[in-house]
């Protein structure tokens, strides 16, 4: 059997993927709708999960008809989830264990999250930011996720065609952004909010079960 040569790069999102804070960012919203009278429930999930700080908070400010504008409670959710994730940021199963396989076989790496970049250093500061040729926080682009700019921006920073990437996510957003930006991908969801399928979208239960062999199929050309 030929040989599958690894994927040129692999593109990682961070929230809920490789370490475990999209429940610590469910709680911040949460918490924020308690004060507005407005409790989250799984119909709110598709504003939550996986979206950056503005758009929950335009989400909120829409649902609960606050007086407070939404930069303002954009600044509240923000402070709220950095001071979770500085209390407590856990590694995700697997993830680890994969960045550690991809740095020997000489794979680059890029971090690629729809959070602040206060938000991102905290993260870095437990996790290492040793890992990553290259990290992307929300700042770093025009548009961040859905819209397909953060992927296409770590592709062009390592130099890469993003069809030779493949791109590690969790939530339908995160798989949107990726799958417009050319990327091949790996969806390992967080959450029981559905991810579509599509034609280089391949789900995976956990990232334990990920290996190079794996990536490597999922930039393989037809026929490989």
């Known amino acids: 059997m030929p040989h599958t040569p690894p994927p040129a790069a692999v593109l990682f999102d961070m929230d809920g993927t490789l370490v475990d804070t999209e429940q610590l960012w469910w709680q911040a919203a ?3 709708a308690d004060e507005l009278h ?6 709110d999930a598709p504003e939550v999960l996986g979206q950056a700080i503005e758009h929950t908070a335009a989400h909120l400010h ?9 930069a303002e409670l954009a600044t509240r959710l923000g402070d709220s989830f950095a001071g979770k994730v500085a209390a407590e940021t856990v590694p995700r199963p ?8 991809l740095r020997d076989a000489r794979v680059p790496t890029a971090l690629v999250s729809a959070s602040p970049r206060r938000v991102v250093d905290l993260v870095l500061s437990t996790l290492g930011r040793d890992w990553f040729a290259v990290t992307l926080a929300a700042e770093d682009t025009p548009r961040t996720k859905p819209a397909p700019d953060p ?14 990437c493949v791109a590690v996510e969790d939530t339908p957003t995160g ?14 969801p967080s959450s029981d909010v559905p991810i579509p399928d599509g034609s280089r979208v391949t ?3 956990s990232l334990e079960h990920a290996d190079l062999a794996l990536l490597g199929k999922l930039t393989a050309a037809p026929g490989v």
């Open 30 to 32: 949460a918490e924020l």
């Open 38 to 43: 407005h409790s989250l429930t799984d119909a």
């Open 62 to 70: 829409r649902v609960s008809g606050t007086s407070l504008t939404e």
């Open 94 to 101: 697997g993830a680890l264990a994969l960045l550690a396989s």
């Open 151 to 164: 992927y296409l921006a770590a592709a062009a920073r390592l130099g890469l065609d993003p069809a030779s």
């Open 175 to 188: 798989v949107a952004s990726a799958t417009a930006a050319g990327c091949a991908v790996l969806a390992v």
């Open 203 to 205: 789900l995976l239960d």
